[in-house]
């Protein structure tokens, strides 16, 4: 029986929806402990690596693997995988593009909303007794006639383009490719070809890129100052895009109005993040992409492709190849 090894640590619910999605005829596994250790222990029988998580699937686990016959990302992001390391032992990848793309996108206009209309601060206060109705309301701003840049145009950019089409805003973006004239129509955006050149025409930024060597801190203390005093930060793609110490300091300054960031710099945040008892940040656990449907379709979507792959019907496989 080929056993699928999921290289992170599940529990309840989400350990439920992924075994009710795995047939019978494989065996499937979680972490005992979501640690180095339990995971070289763990692939040693593996046919296939589920990736998710942080652990670094790189030359020490490949070498331990006796029987890996493919690899599958739950999502779409790489930076555990050492691409050299599974070239050279002829491994294939897939990943699960696009499957989160609403999640996102529906989660980075939230963030947008409760910044603009200071929904932290203000439900404090409330449920603190503190009702100042005009002097709180005048606190507020709207997302229409609002000017957003986004960072990356991929399937997640769209989606908030297209959330944010609804809402009246003006949309930018810069990305590393520009997409065709026809779609820039039809979400109503505007291409502007350097990331430097986007920051000062915005009110609201929002990260929506991969991380790479060449964009790792690309908000910075230097691109921080470029951009418009009282701006907004959304960043629900890869924490080391930015430069936290750098964005904590223009927070301090006044600068930047809000902050609002699903994903961190070090993820899980060591013990109390420094943005804790900042009124003005929003912080989450890097849960954009895991509504309950999305986390479903994830896991269903990665395993049909380990059940195509199993039965040699390659071709049927939905989501893009990353590696041959």
């Given at each position: 029986m080929p056993k699928i090894l999921h290289?992170?640590?599940?529990?309840?619910?989400?350990?439920?929806?992924?075994?009710?999605?795995?047939?019978?005829?494989?065996?499937?596994?979680?972490?005992?402990?979501?640690?180095?250790?339990?995971?070289?222990?763990?692939?040693?029988?593996?046919?296939?690596?589920?990736?998710?998580?942080?652990?670094?699937?790189?030359?020490?686990?490949?070498?331990?693997?006796?029987?890996?016959?493919?690899?599958?990302?739950?999502?779409?992001?790489?930076?555990?995988l050492d691409i050299e390391a599974i070239k050279k032992h002829g491994i294939p990848v897939y990943?699960?593009?696009?499957?989160?793309?609403?999640?996102?996108?529906?989660?980075?206009?939230?963030?947008?909303?409760?910044?603009?209309?200071?929904?932290?601060?203000?439900?404090?206060?409330v449920k603190n007794g503190i009702w100042k109705k005009q002097q709180t309301g005048v606190t507020c701003h709207e997302l229409f006639g609002k000017t957003v840049g986004l960072v990356g145009m991929g399937a997640i950019g769209k989606q908030v383009a297209s959330l944010l089409k609804a809402f009246g805003a003006k949309v930018l973006y810069t990305d590393v490719y520009r997409i065709d004239e026809k779609q820039e129509k039809e979400l109503s955006?505007?291409?502007?070809?350097?990331?430097?050149?986007?920051?000062?025409?915005?009110?609201?930024?929002?990260?929506?890129?991969?991380l790479t060597s060449e964009n790792k801190e690309m908000l910075n203390e230097h691109t921080l100052s470029l951009m418009k005093h009282g701006a907004i930060v959304v960043n629900t793609a890869r924490g080391k895009l930015i430069e936290e110490e750098a964005l904590y300091k223009s927070l301090q300054r006044g600068v930047l109005q809000s902050v609002a960031l699903d994903v961190h710099y070090e993820e899980p945040i060591k013990g109390i993040s420094k943005f804790a008892n900042m009124d003005n940040v929003i912080l989450t656990p890097h849960i954009a992409g895991l509504s309950y449907e999305t986390f479903h379709a994830m896991m269903k979507g990665a395993i049909d492709n380990i059940i195509s792959f199993e039965k040699g019907d390659k071709e049927t496989i939905k989501n893009k190849k990353l590696i041959i």
């Open positions: 290289t992170a640590r599940y529990t309840g619910t989400p350990w439920d929806i992924l075994k009710s999605v795995v047939p019978e005829i494989f065996s499937v596994e979680t972490l005992e402990y979501p640690s180095r250790e339990c995971l070289l222990h763990q692939v040693v029988d593996a046919d296939y690596l589920l990736v998710s998580g942080r652990l670094a699937i790189d030359e020490e686990v490949l070498s331990a693997c006796k029987r890996l016959k493919m690899i599958q990302r739950t999502g779409v992001g790489t930076e555990m990943v699960n593009r696009g499957v989160n793309a609403r999640s996102v996108a529906e989660h980075t206009l939230t963030l947008i909303l409760c910044c603009l209309k200071n929904i932290p601060q203000i439900d404090k206060n955006v505007t291409y502007i070809p350097m990331f430097e050149e986007l920051l000062s025409q915005v009110d609201i930024l929002s990260f929506h890129c991969p």
